[in-house]
């Protein structure tokens, strides 16, 4: 009889220790996010464009681009905290390397961070108060001459949040 209670338990923590990698993935199908486009003049008065996933509410914010290994070039996420504040972000159980926009809610750019490092729990401060923070590839920032600045069309993606 031992042995057989023995079996169950190895059974038991087998079926749990396999179970757990997914836990996360169906976490993740429950949160849904909004879509738009957003258009950003670079401080040499280029436009560039980007699809982008919203994160509007706590649980979107919280799992941003977590757990996700690719994203369209021209694609990006933008979180919305509601509200101009000092954000700061973090990289934890985000594959991506990311370039994040620190943006005001008038559009303004005020602080640019490139090539955020995957994985890293080190916090990554806006340094200033900022209503919306846009995560792109990183080197996209880079490669398109964003920065300190560049000013976010938001006005259709302040609708479609509402």
Do not use: C
Not at 25 to 53: C, M, N, Y
Not at 139 to 162: C, P
């Amino acid at each position: 009889m031992f042995g057989f209670l023995i079996s169950i338990f190895r059974m038991s923590a087998l079926v749990a220790l396999f179970s757990l990698p997914y836990a996360g993935v169906f976490a993740a199908d429950d949160i849904t996010f909004g879509k738009g486009h957003l258009s950003i003049r670079t401080t040499d008065g280029r436009q560039v464009s980007f699809s982008v996933e919203l994160a509007i509410d706590d649980s979107q914010r919280m799992r941003g681009l977590m757990h996700r290994k690719t994203m369209p070039a021209d694609h990006g996420m933008l979180f919305d905290f509601g509200e101009q504040r000092l954000v700061t972000m973090w990289m934890k159980n985000t594959v991506l390397p990311l370039d994040m926009l620190f943006i005001d809610e008038d559009g303004v750019t005020r602080h640019v961070r490139e090539n955020a490092v995957p994985y890293s729990e080190d916090l990554i401060s806006s340094g200033g108060e900022v209503r919306y923070v846009l995560e792109l590839n990183a080197g996209t920032v880079r490669r398109l001459g964003i920065g300190v600045g560049s000013r976010a069309e938001l006005a259709d993606l302040k609708k479609a949040a509402n």
